[in-house]
């Protein structure tokens, strides 16, 4: 049996094949449209999907969609008529586009489908939001049975939802409802901060070590009431997002003492204070929910999905600090994940098969998406006339560890693409942990993003005890840990009065690139069963260097989605500065690569937002 998992029309639209229960493929629309964070439904991810099991729509038994509109709707309508007369205008906006599709969502699917592949699957199925995000946490987990926790913005009434899990089924206990979400708070900082909503939050985590808490005291007093069980509500006197208007509004900017950042300005003291403290909060909510939620079920293993377990610091403390033996978090944790929850949990749920839990985990990885061959990627490299030098595996790698040694930057890209917002080692930039200039380099001439955004690091499995206060695998770079004190330096007298962007120039361990400054880093485990040549490269750089780690960044520039083909690689390879790039076999080094191409393949016309 074929199920196929659909999330889309809100953020990460993305597609999920499952076939018999096991994940064939798996991939978000922007990387295909390359349309960061592209929202359109995701007939691009369905055609890959379904070229990688070599099947046709006719023969897909269930297309499940990640969300039920109607719940959907009627949370909208009641928040409207809630909040009258301050949301007519967002309600007329939005009210004409939920009649004429929204509302009639099995219909649409079916048009677009019957339209784009000639023929409709056996049922359409929709599936509850958080059910997906539930069922996205636990059936690829590893656990025989866990509590499940899911916290996000907001699905069709809820922003947090408890589980207990165990074989096939999911069990929900309770629920925190709409406006009341931890999602939607951290996502007005984000706003606040003068970054945007959906994409920003990343920045505002990275931000965090940077400043003080001198605003947390103000947050728990003022905008968010947190029980002893780490339920909580907002006090909406602060929040406008009700209406659609904006996340907060000038009661809040009152508050906090001005009007919010605008995106052009540059990132301050009062930002970073207001990171730190809303970080805080976060974090100290998701522990006390762990808390409870562990003592009303007695498992000893946690799973986790929905936007907020994307906050790597707060999963690291809750893995610390919190009771549970084993957390394992859904890698594509966000709305991207809802299509592989939502064609699990038909197979699991719906259908009652099953269900034999395997390790690691039934993610492979995460490697899900498109891979290229040799012979795709040596015929688009001669049709275009690109220099580059043939190499197998052990020379390749060789050369590879050469250029970290030196301090290059480069490209990697080699097998299946990874679904979720995280690059892991299939479409990655890497460098030398080592070097004092490569978080400076990358940020700066790679990526074009702020200089304050920290990198991860990748380690070799069997190394990670020794670099990193942590024993567990952490193979999605969804925990955080810090360095080992004995690889962390000694700071002096002047370095230690330093604060906010200053820090940046500071190298605080042997491995300065990937280490915050905190002395925390965002760490994927990277083992051989995997993904056995990103494995193997790493251990070649360990036998030149001693050093089993490096840098892994996700294969991209700010506003573009991570590339999916050698033709996306090649064009932000040109772009930026990287010194090498490397598509499967083949080695391409920049200063061998033709001035002219650059005109020819449109790259000119490139600008980072």
């Known amino acids: 049996m074929y199920i196929l998992g659909i999330s889309a029309y809100y953020h990460d639209s993305a597609a999920c094949l499952v076939h018999n229960g096991k994940i064939v493929a798996a991939a978000q629309e922007e990387r295909f449209t ?3 964070h592209d929202s359109s439904f995701p007939l691009h991810a369905v055609k890959y999907c379904l070229n990688s099991a070599g099947i046709g729509m006719q023969q897909v038994n269930i297309l499940v969609f990640y969300e039920k ?6 949370r909208l309508l009641k928040t409207y008529l809630s ?14 586009l939920w009649i004429k599709d929204r509302l009639f969502m099995k219909s649409e699917i079916a048009r677009l489908v019957k339209e784009s592949f000639g023929n409709l699957p056996e049922q359409i199925f929709f599936y509850k939001h958080h059910r997906s995000h539930a069922a996205s946490a636990f059936f690829p987990s590893p656990f025989e049975e866990a509590a499940v926790l899911c916290l996000d913005g907001v699905g069709e009434w809820a922003t947090t939802t408890a589980w207990q899990a165990s074989g096939s089924s999911l069990k929900q206990l309770w629920e925190i409802r709409f406006p009341h979400s931890l999602g939607l708070l951290y996502s007005a ?4 901060a003068g970054f945007k909503v959906n994409s920003g939050e990343y920045k505002l985590m990275g931000l ?34 009700c209406t659609g208007l904006s996340m907060f509004n000038d009661r809040f900017c009152q508050l906090f003492g001005g009007a919010a950042k605008r995106p052009d300005e540059q990132t301050g003291e009062r930002e970073m204070n207001l990171a730190r ?14 808390t409870s939620l562990h003592a009303e079920t007695g498992r000893e293993n946690l799973c986790m999905a929905g936007g907020v377990a994307l906050n790597c610091v707060a999963n690291g403390r809750l893995l610390r600090e919190g009771p549970f033996k084993s957390i394992w978090i859904q890698p594509a944790a966000g709305d991207a994940g809802g299509a592989a929850g939502a064609a699990l949990g038909v197979w699991f749920e719906h259908l009652k098969n099953q269900r034999k839990p395997e390790a690691p985990d039934m993610m492979q990885g995460c490697y899900l998406g498109p891979a290229f061959t040799n012979a795709e990627i040596k015929s688009f490299l001669d049709q275009h006339a690109i220099p580059y030098t043939q190499i197998d595996d052990s020379p390749l790698f060789e050369k590879i560890a050469s250029d970290l040694e030196a301090e290059k930057v480069i490209g990697w890209f080699c097998g299946r693409m990874e679904y979720g917002p995280r690059a892991l080692g299939a479409r990655s930039i890497i460098g030398d942990a080592r070097s004092k200039k490569m978080q400076k380099v990358m940020n700066l001439k790679i990526k074009f993003r702020e200089s304050f955004r920290p990198f991860a690091p990748s380690v070799l499995r069997e190394r990670l005890s020794d670099y990193f206060e942590l024993a567990s695998d952490t193979p999605y770079m969804l925990l955080t840990a810090q360095v080992k004190k004995e690889r962390m330096y000694e700071l ?21 690139a990937i280490t915050h400054v905190d002395g925390s880093a965002r760490i994927q485990s990277v083992h051989p069963d995997t993904n056995p040549r990103y494995h193997t490269m790493i251990k070649a750089f360990e036998q030149k260097t001693g050093c089993g780690v490096i840098v892994n960044t996700s ?17 932000c390879f040109m772009r930026t500065e990287m010194d090498s790039l490397v598509l499967e076999n083949f080695y391409l080094s920049k200063e061998d690569q033709p001035k002219e191409i650059i005109e020819k393949l449109g790259l000119e016309t490139f600008a980072p937002d």
Not at 69 to 74: D, G, S
Not at 277 to 290: A, F, H, I, N, P
Not at 492 to 512: C, H, M, Y
Not at 562 to 570: G, L, N, Q, W
């Open 34 to 36: 390359r349309i960061k």
């Open 69 to 74: 509109p109607f719940i959907k709707f009627e």
């Open 83 to 96: 909040f009258a007369p301050a949301g007519l205008s967002s309600f007329f906006h939005s009210m004409p």
């Open 189 to 192: 900082f984000t706003v606040y």
């Open 208 to 241: 965090a070590p940077y400043g003080k808490p001198l605003y947390k005291q103000l947050i728990l007093d003022n905008l968010i009431d947190v029980k002893s069980d780490g339920t909580f509500r907002l006090n909406m006197d602060y929040f406008d997002y």
């Open 277 to 290: 403290s809303v970080q805080e909060v976060c974090e100290e909510v998701v522990l006390k929910l762990g």
């Open 492 to 512: 002096s007298k002047e370095q230690r009065t330093l604060t906010g962007l200053d820090l940046l120039n500071v190298a605080r361990s042997e491995i300065p």
């Open 555 to 571: 294969f991209n520039v700010r506003g573009e989605p991570i590339v999916c083909t050698p033709v996306d690689a090649y064009k």
